[in-house]
């Protein structure tokens, strides 16, 4: 599955981001902060770069596959949270 990892420098998704693709999951880190599993810095709430980086990102990975899907992703994984500071 392709998976949009949303919060994937925090200690939750930099844990989990590994594990889904060792079990052979397409997963694209979106976070603020970089990291080794950030594929995309940014925020999920910046509607322009989700359009640009991950649907256009994703679509030019497997055109023939996005021709016939409507969302460039089949799961999204939540995992972004305030730090409280």
Do not use: K, N, Q
Not at 9 to 33: F, K, M, Q, Y
Not at 42 to 48: E, F, K, N, P
Request: net charge negative.
């Amino acid at each position: 599955m392709r998976i949009l990892l949303t919060g994937s420098s925090g200690w939750l998704g930099s844990a989990l981001a590994p594990l889904l693709r060792g079990l052979g999951h397409d997963v694209t880190g979106l976070d603020p902060v970089l990291s080794a599993e950030t594929r995309i810095v940014g925020s999920i709430a910046d509607r322009d770069l989700v359009i640009d980086r991950v649907y256009d990102a994703s679509r030019a990975r497997d055109r023939l596959d996005f021709a016939c899907r409507t969302s460039f992703a089949d799961v999204l994984a939540a995992l972004a949270a305030e730090d409280g500071s």
